[in-house]
Nanobody, 120 residues
Framework: QVQLVESGGGLVQAGGSLRLSCAAS????????MSWYRQAPGKQRELVAT???????DYADSVKGRFTISRDDTANTLFLQMNSLKPEDTAVYYC??????????????WGQGTQVTVSS
């Protein structure tokens, strides 16, 4: 019913930048919190950044000062601007959204994941 479609992943040199996008579609009344998660092989999935409906953002300590989360509510799109990338940022990145659908129901949607690889 609700789908998140990601784009922007790829290969980048250490110190470089990438911008991830995640567009929400479907029968959506509103979107609440939106987040980026990442998971490296052999590691647990970790929360990278969260942005509230009002635009308040929180970041994991490991990315603070380097990553910026933002949202375009007109386009139902979430962004993650990643600067000063490090090899340890290499992971599959997932977007997540709390979505209000018809009949006053809330659901959590996940993107398919996009690979980010940072070379030394």
């Amino acid at each position: 019913q609700v789908q998140l479609v990601e784009s922007g992943g790829g290969l980048v040199q250490a110190g470089g930048s990438l911008r991830l996008s995640c567009a929400a579609s479907g029968t959506i009344r509103s979107i609440n919190d939106m987040s980026w998660y990442r998971q490296a092989p052999g590691k647990q999935r970790e929360l990278v950044a969260t942005i509230s409906r009002g635009g308040s953002a929180d970041y994991a300590d490991s990315v603070k000062g380097r990553f910026t989360i933002s949202r375009d509510d007109t386009a139902n799109t979430l962004f993650l601007q990643m600067n000063s990338l490090k090899p340890e940022d290499t992971a599959v990145y997932y977007c997540n959204a709390g979505v209000r659908i018809p009949f006053g129901r809330d659901t959590t949607a996940w993107g398919q994941g996009t690979q980010v690889t940072v070379s030394s």
